[in-house]
């Protein structure tokens, strides 16, 4: 019983953009915790994309950006690449249910 | 640099406890300087956090499966493990072990146990 939602998938050619969206509640984004974002390749673990709503770790491309307004947040992947393909999820704290809390999780698919 | 292994058993009955350790290497568990946690994810479907501990021995559960689960550290091991008990088909999935890093973020992953519960 995911707290954040996310569109089930996205969808977009080469070299576009694409947003993925994270909408939560006054209890966890609107209440400010930080929003977090994991890139999960077929087969593999996640791996952390975006830490504090806009900060990328070393070595992920600028390409990957975050957001956060309110209650909800934003990752966008512009300029699209076929390797982009794989599963998203945002994550951040619940101060309701006292519990990191993650996204529904997005498809992304490169056509 | 920093790696995480988890190791087990990958069948469990249903109704027994399902016992998981993650081997932590290239940082000491007894730095204090993070919390350890297990996540899972269910074929198919999304994350759930199950809990995490501090060097101290002190937790913190997901609520929705606190009165299950156990989740302590073996400093001398330089290990964490996860109990969870009475499982069922439901508590089939893939099992990660993970670093909670600053701003409360999983900065680094095992790479996941698959746990089938079934007779």
């Known amino acids: 019983q995911s707290v954040l939602t996310q569109p089930p998938s996205v969808s977009g050619a080469p070299g576009q953009r694409v947003t993925i969206s994270c909408t939560g509640s006054?209890?966890?984004?609107?209440?400010?915790?930080?929003v977090h974002w994991y890139q999960q390749l077929p087969g593999t673990a996640p791996k952390l994309l975006i830490y504090d709503n806009t900060n990328r770790p070393s070595g992920v491309p600028d390409r990957f950006s975050g957001s956060r307004s309110g209650t909800s947040a934003s990752l966008a992947i512009t300029g699209l690449q076929a390797e982009d393909e794989a599963d998203y999820y945002c994550?951040?704290?619940?101060?309701?249910?006292?519990?990191?809390?993650f996204g529904t999780g997005t498809k992304v698919t490169v056509l | 640099q920093v790696q995480l292994q988890e190791s087990g058993p990958g069948l469990v009955k249903p109704s027994q406890t399902l016992s998981l350790t993650c081997t932590v290497s290239?940082?000491?568990?007894?730095?204090?300087?993070?919390?350890w946690s297990w996540i899972r994810q269910p074929a198919g479907k999304g994350l759930e956090w199950i809990g995490r501990v501090f060097t101290s021995g002190s937790t913190k559960y997901n609520p929705s499966l606190k009165s299950r689960v156990t989740i302590s550290v073996d400093t001398s091991k330089n290990q964490f493990s996860l109990k969870l008990s009475s499982v069922t088909a439901a508590d089939t999935a893939v099992y990660y072990c993970?670093?909670?890093?600053?701003?409360?973020?999983?900065?680094?992953w095992g790479q996941g146990t698959m746990v089938t519960v079934s007779s």
């Open positions: 290239g940082d000491s568990i007894s730095s204090g300087s993070y919390y």
């Open positions: 994550q951040s704290y619940d101060s309701s249910l006292s519990a990191y809390v």
């Open positions: 006054s209890s966890n984004i609107g209440a400010g915790y930080d």
């Open positions: 993970a670093r909670v890093g600053a701003s409360r973020t999983f900065d680094i």
